[in-house]
């Protein structure tokens, strides 16, 4: 089997490991993570065994990046010259993806990165379960329970 360039690689699975890490890491961290999938990926495509799946690998490359970014975001400080009456709502999530950002981010970890996994990147929950550390029914579940909370806040918002 001849192993395919890694530009045709990007080509072809770039754009959903690039809606998965929206989903898992939200619009302003998003473009890093991938960045960071595709690198880390770039040293060790020549080593990836010939019969690997490339998209379930590039997905768990991004699972460990968004991981990263996650962490790190929580260390990091925000600077400011003065403590804010209220909130900003300039350059929030919320505010570049809309409603489905919003219910995306009230799920759990675990249910948020399952519903990436799933239905953004379209992996068998057999994979995600490898790439997650549990079982395959586990992540059955927590896809289920996010999307029955993701269903329950749409119906709420379309009603008057």
């Given at each position: 089997m001849t192993v395919k360039?890694?530009?045709q690689v990007v080509d072809e699975h770039g754009p959903a490991v690039l809606r998965v890490c929206r989903a898992v890491v939200g619009p302003v961290d998003a473009e890093d993570a991938w960045s960071e999938t595709f690198l880390s990926a770039l040293?060790?495509?020549p080593d990836?065994?010939?019969d690997?799946?490339?998209g379930a690998w590039l997905v768990t490359i991004a699972?460990?990046?968004a991981i990263d970014i996650t962490r790190a975001r929580a260390r990091r400080a925000v600077p400011v010259h003065e403590v804010p009456d209220r909130p900003s709502t300039r350059g929030r999530p919320e505010d570049w993806d809309g409603d489905l950002w919003t219910a995306l981010a009230?799920?759990?970890d675990k249910q948020r990165a399952v519903v990436a996994y799933h239905y953004v990147a379209g992996?068998?929950?057999?994979?995600?379960a490898t790439i997650?550390?549990?079982s395959t029914d586990a992540a059955r579940r927590a896809a289920a329970d996010g999307m029955k909370t993701l269903r329950a806040t749409y119906q709420q918002g379309a009603k008057p």
């Open positions: 360039p890694f530009e040293r060790a495509y990836l065994p010939d690997a799946d490339v699972h460990r990046k009230q799920l759990p992996l068998p929950y057999k994979d995600i997650t550390g549990g």
